[in-house]
């Protein structure tokens, strides 16, 4: 054969004359070798010998920096919707701002304006619900209208009535006509200056030398549009406000000077010091990873603090109430927040966020009075002092106390720039107890248009990290929305014909029934996914606007010949299948009410002993916890669905938060608490660290990310 061609019979792969790099066998000896194996040859173990060198060389403390409280070169930053909750680790309280910031804006300014996250009646409607009924039952309620916002009020109210009845608490007959005709007569009072406490000291001249305002400041200006000053919320529930900015860089400019400026106004840090000083972020528990990168490098690149600690809400918050294991709740301004911890871990797939919070019941609120008839005509929810109006009658007015329910007259005072101060009459029955009831009723939230003009910070096909992420959709989630996902394939699978198999055994079949698990079975409990298909319907298989049906499982639901197989336990699931799903489960998941919520939660952290362990450890905390009988209301409802469901159930307990800590800072004070802990030095994250390792090194750090 001549030279230069190849041997068809010895070269039978055809790779000789390509350009392809065949690697060498590995050498046995490089297998067993240490390198990089033991703790003392990682990049952490290096930095923290590197420190110790540095420690020993530098002088010794000045008297002052030795007599410093514990924590008081710890700053605690915890960014949420409406406050920024700052301070010292070594502080008892935070420094709460408001997290809103007014630039100067070259005009034409932007006219502010407010996305109407409730349902509104008819214009011109008038409420057609009636108690009375021709059987004399007081606790009737007669819906004559054909407005869809009726049949929404309709249910809310039924849910109430009914929970009076069992109370036997008396209703009061036409209480909505009398209310209103005192609200329609009723005229406001004029206060004086002199004699009004808490007058406002607006901005009514524009500021020469101000180009940027943040906080208290920036919400008395009297007429932002007018002084060219454009008024923006960074941070929308637990990402950022992509709604109402054109860029995110913008969106990270606004929160780093709110940060910076908060500092120095309010502590006297000072932009040069903050190499001496280290920082805990607290972040929601099911966070958007662009949200933790793009925050921490705010603070540790833009700002330059000398070292970071992320930590999550629900942890955070079982450290500061001393507690090791919890169902936390979160009612937040915008989003509500729950997940299980066992022994100071969150468990993943008991995580779980809806989309409705505390500006919701503001809101509703709104649309309550307004059908009977609000005394003050020009209220506009899009102004900020008129949207603090609906926030002091929310804070003083609402309650979850059926016992509370009577024909009241309430007072509210409103304080408008240039205006005096005129002081209102107001008669409610009980829209007191409708308006956060909403969260248990989330009939008349309208989720679909909360989502428009929201966006996420980076192109999904756009990453920084060498490993991909799956869809982050949690066990709690699927459970959540088993009724709304597509029916399985008529065509026998492996599983279904090993079940087949198994049938022809008669005894096998009831030992592999008994033996799962209740949290193991692909459909819900009968009870939760009734409540969950009227309500998180709305825009999936159910509308929302079709009355609430109890499925009895016994006569309407036929028993399947084929055996459920079990899905894997929470604790050891991925979940590969939610991009096949067929539906958007974060979405749908998040119109639940809050108690199924609580309680998917908790199934989906473990077994029957997981379900009651966290169910009788229900911690509440965010600003909306504060609302007369909501541990009540939560008790009650959480042990209606709980009893029939999980066997041995004892009483479902809402524990409260320790005395005199207002659960607004709970999750703030648990991570001034860790940060004051000598165990929290092995979790810093430096800026070469984060230099080097990017999200990488952080999540070394902080697993769970």
């Known amino acids: ?58 002088i010794a403390p000045s008297p002052e920096q030795r007599w410093n409280r514990r924590g008081s070169h710890v700053i605690v930053i915890h960014p949420g919707s409406r406050f920024l909750r700052i301070g010292k680790a070594s502080d008892v309280t935070p420094a709460s701002i408001p997290n809103v910031i ?14 109407e996250g409730i349902s509104r009646p008819r214009k011109g409607q008038v409420p057609q619900l009636s108690s009375a009924s021709p059987d004399g039952d007081e606790y009737a309620v007669d819906i004559t209208s054909d407005d869809p916002f009726d049949a929404k009020m309709g249910s809310i109210i039924v849910s109430l009535r009914e929970r009076m009845r069992f109370y036997k608490l008396r209703v009061t007959c036409n209480a909505a006509k009398v209310a209103s005709t005192f609200n329609e007569q009723f005229k406001p009072e004029i206060i004086p200056e002199a004699n009004d406490p808490f007058l406002v000291d607006w901005i ?36 950022f406000n992509t709604r109402d900015y054109p860029s995110h860089q913008m969106i990270l400019d606004d929160i780093e000077t709110i940060i910076g400026t908060t500092l120095s106004e309010k502590f006297n840090v000072r932009r040069p010091d903050y190499k001496d000083y280290s920082v805990v972020l607290v972040i929601p528990d099911f966070h958007d990873r ?37 169902c936390v709740v979160d009612i937040g301004a915008v989003n509500s927040s729950i997940a299980c911890v066992d022994e100071g871990l969150v468990i993943p797939d008991s995580r779980i966020t809806l989309n409705m919070g505390g500006n919701d019941i503001t809101e509703f609120l709104y649309v309550l009075l307004e059908r009977i008839s609000f005394p003050y005509r020009d209220i506009n929810l899009a102004r900020w002092y008129d949207w603090a109006v609906m926030e002091d009658l929310k804070a003083r007015l609402c309650t979850l106390a059926e016992g509370d329910v009577a024909l009241n007259l309430y007072d509210f005072v409103v304080r408008k720039p240039g205006r005096p101060t005129e002081k209102y009459g107001l008669r409610a029955y009980d829209e007191i107890i409708l308006a956060p009831m909403c969260i248990f009723e989330p009939r008349v939230i309208e989720f679909d248009r909360k989502h428009i003009g929201l966006r996420s910070i980076p192109h ?29 394939s008529t065509a026998p699978t492996d599983t279904e014909a090993e079940a087949i198999a198994v049938l022809e055994n008669g005894g096998k079949q009831e030992q592999q029934e008994v033996s799962l698990p209740s949290t193991a079975h692909a459909t819900p409990p009968p009870a939760v996914e009734s409540s969950a298909q009227s309500t998180a319907g709305a825009s999936g298989g159910v509308p929302a606007d079709a009355p609430m049906e109890v499925i009895d499982v016994e006569s309407d ?29 974060c979405f749908e998941a998040s119109k639940l009410p809050l108690d199924v919520a609580i309680f998917n939660s908790a199934r989906a952290s473990g077994g029957d002993d997981k379900i009651r362990k966290h169910l009788q450890a229900v911690l509440v905390i965010g600003g909306s916890a504060l609302i007369p009988g909501m541990a009540h209301a939560l008790e009650s409802r959480l042990q209606a669905i709980a009893t029939p469901l999980v066997p041995s159930m004892d009483k479902v307990q809402i524990i409260p938060p320790p005395k005199e800590v207002d659960p607004r800072v709970l999750a703030w004070k648990g991570a001034a608490v860790l940060g004051k802990m000598d165990s929290v030095a092995d979790i810093w994250l430096t800026p070469a660290d984060w230099d080097v390792l990017g999200m990488r090194g952080l999540r070394e750090r902080c697993f769970y990310l």
């Open 290 to 326: 662009a949200y933790v990168r793009e925050f921490v490098n705010i603070l540790l690149v833009s700002l330059g603090f000398k070292q970071l600690c992320v930590q999550q809400e629900s942890l955070a918050a079982t450290y500061g109430a001393g507690i090791s294991s919890a």
């Open 102 to 115: 007014a630039r100067r804006h070259k005009p034409p300014v932007p006219v502010p304006t407010h996305v």
């Open 204 to 239: 009514q001249d524009p500021l020469e030398d101000s180009e940027v305002l943040v906080g208290e400041q920036a919400l008395r200006l009297s007429d932002p549009q007018l002084l060219n000053y454009s008024v923006k919320w960074p941070i929308h529930g637990k990402n």
């Open 557 to 585: 639901v036929k028993p399947s010949p084929i055996p459920v197989a079990p899905q894997p336990q929470p604790s050891q699931s991925s979940v590969p299948v939610a991009p096949n799903l067929g539906i958007d489960v």
């Open 1 to 58: 054969m001549p030279r230069g061609i190849p041997n068809a019979k010895k070269d039978d792969s055809g790779m000789r004359y390509t350009s392809m790099h065949v690697p060498l066998a590995p050498n046995p000896k490089h297998v067993g070798t240490s390198y990089l194996k033991s703790e003392t040859q990682n990049i952490w173990s290096r930095n923290a010998a590197r420190k110790k060198e540095l420690v020993a060389e530098e």
């Open 460 to 488: 999904p096909d756009v990453t920084e990290e060498i490993i991909e992420h799956p869809v982050d959709v949690t066990q709690a989630m699927i459970i959540s929305t088993q009724h709304l996902l597509p029916p399985p």
